[in-house]
């Protein structure tokens, strides 16, 4: 058994346990606001595992994610200087807060609803939605459809595949392993020279 196979086994192990969907709620949260993973990586394997439960699973997901939202507006409405360092000239997610504000100036609402569904950092547009005070309800009504539709995607998908879906993933789970991490290398070396 390699090594990307037994990751995967002990990942859908995680995600059967009794705790899993408060964790699953935590991330989703922490990611909307200021955490960098997203919750796919938690929602996914959890959807395999239970796939009865997949439409709760994406439920939760969307309502914490949308709750995180509120309080990355919140910060960007009320403590911007928190985040300063991050989003100022040289920060970690200076350019994409610097586009985040254009696309704010010339989309607003389809700007949060895009970076909802999207894998654009979602946490740049709820801190950059509040710094430059766009209407709180419209912000909610285009994180909710967006991080919605992301979720419910996912979970819909799994479902769709069902239980032929997780042994298929397990079959060629090392090849895609494998190749992220060689493709990652080579990215690495792209950008490095």
Known sequence: MGLFTRLYDMTLGWSRHRHAPRYLG?????????????PDVMLMPMCLAQPDRGWWFAALTT??????GAAGYAIGYFALEWVAPLIGEGGRWAAAYAQASRWFDEWGFWAILIAGFSPIPYKVFTISAGALGMAFLPFLLASAIGRGARFFLVAGLLAWGGAGMAARLRLYVEWIGWSVVGLGGVAYLVLRS
């Open 26 to 38: 935590a991330l989703s949260f922490a990611e909307s606001s200021f955490f960098p993973v997203p």
């Open 63 to 68: 309502l914490t994610s949308v709750l995180g």
